[in-house]
């Protein structure tokens, strides 16, 4: 790596390490479709919903969203709400963590575009 890239490749390990909860909720296929699932379902202002009604959208088992969902909300990415025994659940608008990924990928695409752009300002051998 090009020392004058080096600090900015350095920050980028630094945001991927402190992102690393959220980019690995976020990149299981299940867990995504149990996040698509919850966006169709009521919401927090509504009252969250609860597992039955996103393993009933899913077809995933109770145990495997109940599992799915203690890593999304480990993550800051699902919230819970409990009432009496039961718990409802929602999506999160904690806009800090996806503030957190855009300039992560801001910065990867910053530096993968500066490092582009010097490699072909160099003559080929």
Do not use: C, W
Request: aromatic share 8%; no cysteine.
């Amino acid at each position: 790596m090009d020392r004058k890239f080096q600090k900015q490749y350095q920050e980028i390990a630094r945001q991927f390490a402190e992102n690393a909860a959220v980019l690995q909720a976020i990149g299981d296929e299940t867990r995504q479709r149990i996040l698509l699932s919850m966006m169709e379902l009521p919401s927090r202002a509504e009252g969250g919903t609860r597992v039955g009604a996103i393993s009933e959208k899913t077809h995933f088992s109770r145990p495997a969203i109940s599992h799915h969902i203690k890593v999304l909300k480990d993550a800051g990415i699902v919230g819970t709400r409990t009432e009496g025994k039961k718990n409802y659940y929602y999506l999160t608008n904690d806009n800090a963590k996806f503030n957190a990924l855009l300039e992560l990928f801001e910065n990867v695409m910053d530096l993968a575009d500066r490092i582009n752009s010097e490699k072909r300002e160099k003559p080929e051998a």
